[in-house]
């Protein structure tokens, strides 16, 4: 019974509310994207950054390719190691894992269908 209130006076509320941030929140991107357009193809043209006071600087960065090696793969390749007696090789790739903190929060996820 308490929870049924709390679901109906407090929390579908704010998920209504937050759906409808939510919406505008996409007309805003799609108007993001638009206003960025229009800067990237007024300063094409133009050689090098632009400084605009009380701004900074815009500029338009070339496409790039990121390489990364793949966590799974290497978990194989650690894992294909030890089974061929390779302990120390497996050990020391083991070794150079970054550990990084992950934030934990409020994960909302729609119904099926919805």
Do not use: H, W
């Not at 939510?22 to 193809?41: P, S, T």
């Amino acid at each position: 019974m308490i929870l049924s209130a709390l679901i109906e006076d407090t929390i579908r509320p704010l998920l209504s509310r937050r759906s409808r941030l939510l919406k505008r929140l996409d007309g805003l991107k799609a108007e993001l994207a638009d206003v960025n357009d229009q800067l990237a193809i007024a300063i094409a043209p133009l050689d090098g950054p632009v400084k605009v006071a009380g701004y900074g600087s815009v500029t338009i960065s070339k496409p790039t390719t990121r390489r990364t090696f793949s966590p799974e793969r290497l978990r194989e390749l650690v894992t294909s190691l030890r089974e061929i007696g390779n302990e120390a090789m497996a050990l020391e790739i083991e070794a150079c894992q970054v550990e990084t903190e992950v934030a934990g929060g409020l994960r909302v996820t729609k119904e099926k269908g919805r």
